[in-house]
Each structure stands twice: as C-alpha cells, then as structure tokens.
C-alpha cells in the first residue's frame, strides 16, 4: 500500500515504472482485469469534479472493484462534521483506497496520517494534482519517447495550479525543461527553486516550446484583481491561431479542460492537428488504472 | 511558613542593575533586602535556597498572554494560565483583552483581576481594548479601563484598520500614560493567506500573507505616533522589513518598543512542513532570513521583549484543513528552553536574554520587577542552567497542547520560580492555588 499524495516524494524510475505500468492498461490490452477483485475504492469528492472522479470510476471498475462515490452534495459536512469524521467513517466501511478530491491544499494530507487505507490525491486546492500530471506525462511519452531533452510551456495562472505544480514536479523528474509563462500577479515566489524558468512574455517563449499546456482561467480572478480583463488575457496569454502558426514544428498542445474557449486558448487551436486534449483524456483512464494498481498492492 | 529567604551563591543576572557573578539574595516580606557578593549569615528561621551552579534572576515577564477567561475556559484560564506561567519561570503575565466577553470594560477587568488574586500564583495585568468589541470601529472607555488596573491598551488579534481611529486612539492615550499595543496586519494584504509567502507556500498551494502586511501597518503607525508623541508597542514583531524601521524610528527618539516571540525566533516557514497546523500563527512563521533579522534586533537591543504570545487552543482547533486551522500556540512552558537555545547558539548572552524576560518588558510597560535591587519585589526565578530535558506537551500546565515544540530536546530549566517571597513552583510542581468557583 502506497499513498498518491503529490507528485513530491516520488522518484523518477518510480514515476517511470508507474508510466510503464499504465502502457499495459491501454485499451486492447486487457490482461489486468481482476487486479483489484473483491477490494473497494471509495471516491470521495468534496468538490465536483465530473471528469476526474468518472476517470478514476472507470479505472477502479476496470480492474475489477467495487466503487464507492460519496460526494460532499447533502452530506454531513454541512452538519459540523469534520473531514477526519468523515474520512473516518469512509475508512470504517472497508474500502483498500480512498481517492480524494478536496478543495483545501493538504486535505489528503491530514486524512493520510489518520487512516490505515491507501489515499490518492484527485486533487488538493492549489497543491498537486498528481494523476493529471502523469497522464500528460504519459501523453507526451507516446508521442516523444522519452521527455529528456524537450521543453514544455505551462501557460496561464500558475498561482492558483494544481495541475501546474504537479506538472512542473513530473517533468522535471522525468527530464524535461520546463517554463512557466503567465502575468506577474499569477506567478508565487520560489518557483525557481522548484526547478522552472519563469517568463512574461509568451511570444519570446513559444518558438522553444516542444509542448504547451494551457492552464484553465478562472473568471473570479477579475474580481479578485488579478487580471484587468479576459480581453487582456487573451491578447497576452492566449493561445490563438496566429502564435500556433510560430510554434515548433511538430509542437503540441494540451489543456486539462474543461476549457474556456476563446479565453485561454482559441477553439481553431483546441481542436486543431496539434492538440493532443482528447488523447489526455483517453490515457487518463489507464493512467489511473496503474495508479489505483500500485496504490492497492 | 518563613517570610526570609536566603538565596546563597547562586550566578545573578540582573541586567538592569549591571549584576552578574556569584550573590546572596536576601528577601524579606516579599521584598529584596540585600544582594551580597560576600556570603551573608543566615538569619533566624531564614528558608535557604543552595543556589550554586544555578542563575538566580529576576522573575520573567511576559507582556502578551492570552488567559481565555472569561468565554473559552476549555482552553484555558486564569488559574491553569498562571500555573503554566510560573511553571515556565514567569512570575508576571499580561493577559490580552480578546476573551469572549471583551476586555473592552471595567468589569471584565476586575473579573480577570479577582480571578487572578484567586489564583495567587503570579501577577497578572490585564490589557484593555482599543476598540469596543474589537471591532475596529469605535474607542473603548480608555480611562476606565486603565483605572480598573489595566497596563496598556490592545485590539490584539486583530489590527485598527482605520488610520484615522488609530491616530485618535494614540492621541488618547496619551492623557493616561499607557502604551497602545498593536498587532499589525494589513487585512487586505494577508486575506485569504494561511502562511507566509515564500517559496513554502509555493511549494504547498497555500496562499501567502506577504511581509509587506505587517511592514506597512507598522510604517503607518510609527507615522502616526510620531504626530501623536504617544507610545506604541508593537506585538509579535515577525519581519526584516518592521525591525529595519523599528531601529530607524528609534534613532529619532520615538517611544516605540517591541517585542518578538521565542517561535519566530527559532522557527521558519519550512515548520509546517506537510500542513502542521502546530506551525500555524499570525503573524506566521517568516523566512530564515526574517529569522536572522529578528534574532539581530534582539541582540542589538532594537527589540526589547521576548513575549510568548500564549494562545491555548483545543486539539480539535488544529485537526483540521491548514487553511481552517487556527492560529496560535501555546509558550509559557517552552519559552526559557528556546531563549536559551539563542544563547548556546551564541546569539544571545546569558545577560541579554534575562534582560528580553525581565527589564526589557517590565520598561516597556512600566511594570514593577524585573530586577532585583533591595526594594524590589520579591520575584525570582531559579534556573538551572545546565540540565537537559525534553519538551512534554502532556505534562503541560497549561490546560492546551498547541505546541510544534512537543519532543524537542532542551538545555536549562526552570527549577523554582518565587513571587514576592514566596515559593510557587518547584522541581515540576506548582505551589498553591485553587478554581475560584
Ligand atoms: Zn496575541
């Protein structure tokens, strides 16, 4: 048993063996069906997340477990209860895994130092979101082989990026370079100690980039004055068809969805011969399959 | 019980009066009668204290402790309070007005007060609010308060955001003589911060409080106390950039003190680690470098007071979500282990550090003791400079456990604290006292 808590704390041959592992969960290649027959996975989302909890829905069925969804929706919470009673209670009925989405950074954190079941992080606030990380990992190693050597453009607000920050943390493990682009008031401190390169200006970085991955912009960050407008964003930071035409060839395009259309990245973009969105989803099925296989064990 | 104590050939440290080597301390009616380097005789039916290899200093100050009586008695109070007090050498405390009845009155004042002489264990000296409620919105009966006994005026916890309402307040105090204590934060530099800003917070997609928001609020108050010649005492200080205007406002004569807590001494934000919300406190844990700056400013005597900042919480206050967490530790009881920790660093003299816990915050607040000349109160705490012990937060007095200190080794212990001549903790055990209910 193994905790999926962060990208943070993992080794880079343990991520590759993860992302080997999720090759033989492809589709067509069925030979891991009963792996976690008899066990339960308890999904339990404090904040919606379609995608992500149906993925890892899929995932668990696919290997053969019972599924358990609790969602925070008319749940006790609303009551005073707190997460560790109700992690506690979730733990009481049995399941091997408990795949937890939580709107507080280090929610699976606290949760993990008092359960005896195996947590995976769907997603913590603003920390990490560890599963998308290596399903995007996994999507550019279909397509590259291997990352060393190749530089990926995280784009957007990094600030508030738990897919960034896993991203920036598996990438770099798996040898890749990787640049941060975004305004200065989206951008935290120390993300060079953490291994990135940080630009403003995303037309000097797009020519070097082998991938950029647009990051999805929440609107209430206006409000919060962050931004001036989504007018300016895009003007700065989309990914419109005019900056597709000056990237690399053979240079792709990735986004975690969902997406703003028009805001972070144009709909001719989104949907265009580079984009690699729907082949993330698809690989976010077996990814996550050899994540619940490794966690379960 | 005797009335005289002899303390013979202990090392006493008493910096305000340039005292450190090998004394007898003779005390008599709960008053200093005679620090001698020669060994006086001992007078008839005098209690001998065989103070040799140990420090015999002032009894320690604390001017910011929070009692939590009256309204969270399940945290803490005034009885359990003062027995942590004296357990951690302190023989004087003064208590923070944020209670859940309000130390915006006189009457709550005088209830802190009767509680405290209930307890008869050390002075307690309550501190008033600047603002009724603490909401920041109109003064509280000042010259009430301070005739009710209260020692300086605070909204501690929270900061007087309106400028204007803070320059009247200072402006006010001024008839009284009493200092405005002020804990700084910008409300809308630190919303939604859990920690620090640094590369931490980064680390942990937790959003940060930036310095800048305790850094402004201190340059708009000395602006302010500059105009209004009152004094300002500036709580919790955690920050390069408020020491860095502290030391400049003090150049110019201003009547500015401050003090800074054991833990932002000797912790930074890297503390919280994996979200230990025993690492959470406003203002929070700051870079190592902030770290350096306060631990110079402390030596260099910019900074006047260690002040614990005493927060009892309940277990269930921290086992939460970091940003649900609250803020706050407890310090009573850790407080002399981690100011010694400064000093075998060589941060600190062993003169300076009594000085940070007895005359720095007895004059900051015009505070009787901390010090020991014949005609001083008759408080004293025994140190042993020498033993080792590890932090036991189940063994606290106190009656919370907040602390990220729990396991940590120390050197130097309290071995006895006495308060006006007379003994209220020794070797772990606190002296009399009782509930007063
Ligand atoms: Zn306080």
């Known amino acids: ?297 | 019980m005797s009335s005289t104590v002899l303390f013979r050939r202990g090392r006493v440290i008493d910096p305000r009066n340039g005292v450190d080597g090998v004394r007898d301390v003779l005390v008599r009616d709960g008053k200093v009668v005679e620090v001698s380097e020669a060994p006086l005789p001992v007078p008839a039916s005098a209690e001998v204290v065989d103070a040799n290899g140990k420090w015999v200093v002032p009894g320690f100050i604390d001017l910011h402790v929070h009692l939590r009586e009256p309204g969270e008695e399940g945290k803490e109070t005034v009885l359990t309070g003062c027995r942590a007090a004296v357990a951690g050498g302190f023989t004087a405390v003064v208590a923070m007005p944020n209670t859940k009845v309000v130390n915006d009155n006189g009457m709550v004042t005088e209830l802190v007060l009767s509680r405290a002489r209930a307890a008869n264990l050390c002075h307690v000296y309550p501190a008033g609010a600047i603002t009724k409620g603490l909401k920041g919105e109109e003064m509280a009966e000042m010259g009430e308060l301070v005739s009710a006994g209260c020692v300086a005026i605070t909204d501690d916890g929270r900061p007087v955001m309106n400028a204007a309402l803070m320059r009247r307040a200072l402006q006010y105090s001024t008839q009284f003589g009493v200092p405005i204590m002020v804990h700084e934060e910008d409300l809308t530099l630190s919303a939604g911060g859990a920690m620090h800003e640094g590369a931490t917070s980064t680390r942990l997609g937790l959003r940060g409080i930036p310095a800048s928001a305790e850094v402004a609020m201190v340059a708009r108050d000395l602006v302010l106390l500059e105009e209004t010649g009152a004094r300002l005492h500036l709580a919790h200080v955690s920050c390069e950039g408020s020491v860095r205007l502290i030391r400049e406002a003090k150049r110019r004569g201003l009547r500015v003190t401050s003090e800074v807590t054991p833990h932002h001494l000797i912790l930074d934000d890297r503390a919280v680690g994996d979200y230990d919300t025993h690492a959470k406190m406003a203002p929070p844990l700051r870079s190592d470098r902030d770290v350096q700056a306060l631990r110079e400013a402390i030596a260099d005597g910019t900074v006047e007071a260690i002040a614990t900042d005493h927060a009892p919480h309940g277990v269930l206050d921290k086992l939460v979500e970091f940003e649900k967490g609250i803020n706050g530790i407890v310090g009573l009881e850790t407080a002399l282990g981690l100011t010694l920790e400064l000093v075998h660093a060589g941060v600190l003299t062993a003169t300076r550090a009594v000085e940070l816990l007895t005359h720095g915050p007895a004059q900051a607040f015009s505070l009787p003791g901390g010090h020991l000349a014949p005609g001083a109160p008759a408080d004293v705490t025994v140190v042993d400079p020498t033993e080792e012990w590890t932090v036991d937060a189940h063994r606290f007095y106190s009656r919370s456990r907040n602390t990220p200190f729990h396991g940590r080794k120390q050197k130097g212990r309290v071995v006895q604290t006495w308060v006006g001549g007379r003994k209220v903790f020794e070797n772990g055990q606190v002296g009399p006292g009782k509930e007063s209910r």
């Open chain 1, 1 to 297: 048993m193994r905790h999926l808590l962060g990208i943070e704390g993992w080794r880079r041959d343990e991520l590759e063996a993860l992302l080997d592992r999720a090759q033989a969960h492809l589709p067509g290649r069925p030979d891991a069906t009963n792996i976690l027959r008899g066990k339960v996975v308890a999904n339990l989302f404090f904040e919606d997340s379609t995608r992500t909890r149906t993925s890892f829905h899929m995932a668990a069925k696919g290997l053969g477990a019972s599924v358990m969804n609790w969602t925070q929706t008319g749940s006790s919470v609303s009551k005073g209860e707190t997460l560790l009673d109700t992690a506690r209670n979730i733990e009481a009925t049995g399941p091997t895994v408990i795949v937890m989405r939580h709107r507080s950074s280090g929610a699976p954190h606290l949760v993990a130092k008092h359960v005896r079941c195996a947590i995976i992080n769907a997603g913590d606030g603003t920390h990490e979101h560890p599963s998308q990380a290596l399903l995007d990992a996994f999507t550019l190693r279909q397509r590259w082989g291997s990352l060393d050597g190749r530089t990926v453009l995280i784009l957007g607000d990094i600030m508030h990026s738990r897919v960034a920050r896993s991203n920036l943390l598996c990438l770099r493990a798996l040898g890749a370079r990787v640049v941060l682009c975004g305004p200065p008031t989206l951008m935290p401190p120390g993300l060079e100690a953490m291994g990135a390169e940080v630009t403003h200006s995303l037309d000097s970085a797009l020519p070097q980039a082998d991938a950029v991955m647009c990051l999805r912009l929440q609107l209430e960050r206006m409000s919060e004055n962050f931004l001036p407008s989504t007018r300016e964003y895009s003007r700065l930071f989309g990914l419109n068809a005019a900056r597709e035409e000056r990237m690399k060839e053979g240079a792709v395009v990735m986004h975690p969805g969902p997406i703003n259309r028009g805001v972070e990245i144009a709909p001719s973009v989104a949907d265009g011969a580079r984009s690699v969105i729907l082949e993330q989803v698809s690989n976010g099925v077996a990814v996550r399959r050899a994540i619940l296989e490794v966690c379960a064990s």
